[in-house]
């Protein structure tokens, strides 16, 4: 080799390390997960879903029980509709059944779904149809986001862009002191606005986030990531534009919560994550679920569920077969996914992972 070549491959080696040596690693601890909502007055021209006390009323009736009854039964709602046994409304073969087990032994109570086309999300078949949104953040069109239609008219599962739906905020905030935090970190960052090729990796960590005196996230707490095999699959490059971080497509998945959803499992997942000049970041995690996974987590909730989310659950089954859009069953040409987006913010993090392993010489 030529000294001129030496030199060359010395100033590439140096370039090199500088550029490794300067690539930064943000880390992230997940402090809201929730519904991607958009939701505006417009997404439900039929109105909104009965709640509770309409879906008991309605239970009454198909029972044939005579009018005068029902006033009286409504008087002391919801107490007598958690002792009318609305969970056995199912009936097959003459006999009541487990309406949330058998969600099909009811009649579809036809849940009023959004028609808006404004929404979050990604373009996830590369299409676009009379049932995509355009995303109100990033005004990508062809937006896949079923399950926002599915839960758009129901009123504990809505809300505005930026808020919080009240239902799912009970049920993260309950969790959150005792299931392990979901922490996101961004590697080989090489400017903090524009970069071509970052990594992007998503965890769950060994302990739960800690509350600050207001009773959220405390930011720069430190975390271990937990080995779990199964979130293995969640690092992916993406880039970085304008301060955002866009990954390329990946198979999701992360361990949830029976209280809530028990998995979030997504097939051709993305992931967009904004940088905020106050340290924090937030977010989309979109693509298509298993529907049936997510009434699963419904069903289990049961009337419990029904009276505090305020809606019909066999119906929701009714809702997601029919609003499923992606994966068809080979043998009966039903769709066994349905596109879906959720909100991530997240709170600053330092991340910290333990020195591999070595086995010692004996």
């Known amino acids: 080799m030529s000294i001129r070549h030496h030199v060359a491959f010395y100033a590439g080696a140096v370039l090199a390390l500088n550029s490794a040596a300067h690539a930064e690693t943000r880390g992230f601890a997940v ?15 039929e109105g909104i879903n009965p709640g509770a006390d309409g ?11 005579p ?11 919801p107490q007598t509709m958690r002792e009318a046994n609305v969970g056995n409304r199912g009936i097959i073969d003459g006999k009541p059944v487990n309406a949330y087990i058998n969600p099909t032994a009811t009649p579809d109570p036809m849940l009023k779904l959004g028609k808006g086309h404004t929404g979050l999300g990604f373009n996830l078949d590369g299409q676009e149809s009379p049932e995509d949104f355009v995303d109100v953040e990033t005004g ?42 979901w922490i996101i ?31 959220q996230p405390q930011a720069d707490m430190t975390f271990t990531p937990d080995p779990t095999p199964r979130t293995d699959v969640n690092k992916v490059r993406g880039k970085l534009k304008d301060g955002m971080v866009v990954t390329e497509r990946f198979d999701f998945f992360m361990p949830g919560e029976p209280f809530a959803q028990a998995e979030y499992a997504f097939k051709d997942g993305r992931l967009r994550l904004r940088f905020n000049e106050d340290g924090t970041a937030s977010g989309i995690v979109g693509g298509y679920q298993n529907w049936r996974t997510i009434y699963t987590s419904w069903a289990t909730g049961g009337t419990t569920f029904e009276l505090n989310a305020g809606f019909d659950i066999p119906g929701l089954y009714y809702a997601l077969r029919k609003s499923a859009d992606a994966y068809p069953d080979p043998k009966t040409g039903q769709n066994a996914y349905i596109s879906s987006a959720y909100t991530i913010e997240a709170v600053p993090a330092f991340i910290v992972h333990p020195e591999p392993q070595t086995a010692r010489a004996p």
């Open 185 to 215: 970190e961004v590697s080989g960052i090489d400017s903090m606005i524009n970069d071509d090729d970052v990594l992007v990796t998503v965890q769950r960590a060994t302990r739960p986030v800690v509350r600050n005196s207001q009773g």
């Open 140 to 181: 990508e069109r062809g937006v896949d986001n079923q399950f926002y239609r599915v839960i758009g008219c129901v009123s504990q599962l809505r809300s505005a862009r930026g808020k919080l739906p009240t239902f799912p905020e009970i049920q993260w905030d309950m969790m959150r002191d005792h299931t392990p935090a």
């Open 55 to 65: 879906t008991f009323r309605r239970i009454l009736q198909e029972r044939n029980t």
């Open 31 to 45: 402090s809201w997960m929730y519904y991607g909502n958009a939701s505006v007055d417009a997404d439900c021209p």
């Open 67 to 77: 009018p005068a009854e029902i006033e009286k039964l409504m008087e002391n709602f």
